[in-house]
């Protein structure tokens, strides 16, 4: 019996999340529209939307235009039914600050706040956190960005030293009731790369980030999917064998990391974000890698100055694909 109903829970949940994909796409739905849209009967098409409805996740959005028959209902996806948050840590040449988002079911940003402190401590995040969800009671799903290294969603190591170890997650579903996920945020912003150039699917890509004060953040997507490795670790450059200060320039270093992602990884493009290199040291990036490397196995470099853009895509692309399914 127990087998019987959690089946049917998963059927059900499986039928609502092709229904919200269908309504993400195109706004507005007749019953018709999803039934042909999803491959669901009319009648499990229609259960689903009076379900809906009834939750104030649709709201009839009038009436379709007949063709000699009863008019079909017009349904619309009520895009602040649910909302998501976003809280990124951020750590600059001493400076520390949370930005927080609030983001709609279209992934439009609805609120965006921001505070500077001292320290920043799991009960920083979690005050800000707080204090989102009480403006916005909506907010189910909470995604928290770090510059660090992070496994199962527990933070191993961090820029901010007082988020070492610390399980935010666990800590901010306890205490608010929310699903949260923690991501490092050169991940995010490669993500939000990634899925702005769907051609690139199924290929090998990595984005390099350079902070202020902070050794180089990389982030790496293999054929197609993203590099994380036993610990969490993959992609970590200050693990590899070189030291920036006393014995490297930027510029070395930039071409020791890049050297080292194109033996392992052979990616098709590499993305560098900031503003970091000049003209100057871009051109001697280049003529570095074409001393080492045959110029055939040199990818694609992008420089991209400004990476809020990417930042953002990749939150919103994370958090609907992970609340949506999609």
């Not at 796409?25 to 849209?37: N, V």
Request: charged share 25%; proline share 3%; with cysteine.
């Amino acid at each position: 019996m127990a087998n019987r109903v959690s089946n049917m829970f998963m059927v059900r949940e499986n039928n609502l999340r092709l229904i919200r994909k269908y309504f993400l796409e195109h706004e507005e739905a007749t019953k018709l529209d999803i039934s042909q849209g999803t491959g669901l009967s009319i009648a499990t098409s229609g259960n689903m939307l009076n379900d809906m409805l009834k939750t104030g996740e649709i709201v009839e959005a009038g009436q379709e235009n007949p063709n000699g028959g009863r008019p079909a209902t017009r349904y619309a996806y009520d895009p602040n039914h649910t909302l998501f948050a976003a809280i990124r840590v951020e750590v600059e040449n001493g400076d520390r600050s949370l930005e927080g988002f609030v983001i709609n079911g279209f992934g439009e940003i609805i609120n965006k706040e921001q505070g500077s402190y001292q320290a920043i401590d799991k009960n920083t995040i979690l005050s800000m956190a707080a204090g989102m969800l009480a403006k916005f009671e909506q907010i189910r799903l909470l995604m928290i960005g770090v510059p660090g290294i992070v496994k199962d969603d527990v933070i191993d190591y961090c820029d901010e030293e007082n988020l070492n170890g610390e399980d935010l997650a666990s800590l901010i579903e306890e205490e608010l009731g929310i699903q949260v996920c923690v991501e490092n945020f050169s991940r995010i912003k490669l993500y939000g790369y990634y899925c702005a150039h769907p051609k690139m699917e199924k290929e090998s890509l990595a984005l390099l980030s350079m902070p202020k004060g902070h050794c180089l953040q990389l982030g790496l997507i293999c054929d197609g999917h993203m590099m994380y490795g036993c610990n969490g670790i993959a992609g970590e450059s200050q693990y590899l064998p070189y030291y920036y200060g006393a014995t490297q320039t930027l510029v070395k270093e930039v071409v020791s990391v890049i050297s080292s992602v194109i033996a392992i990884v052979n990616p098709m493009r590499i993305v560098i974000t900031g503003k970091e290199l000049s003209s100057e040291n871009r051109r001697e990036v280049i003529q570095e890698l074409e001393a080492r490397i045959p110029k055939q196995y040199i990818p694609d470099i992008e420089y991209i100055e400004e990476e809020e853009e990417i930042y953002l895509d990749g939150l919103i692309h994370y958090l609907r694909n992970e609340w949506y399914g999609l």
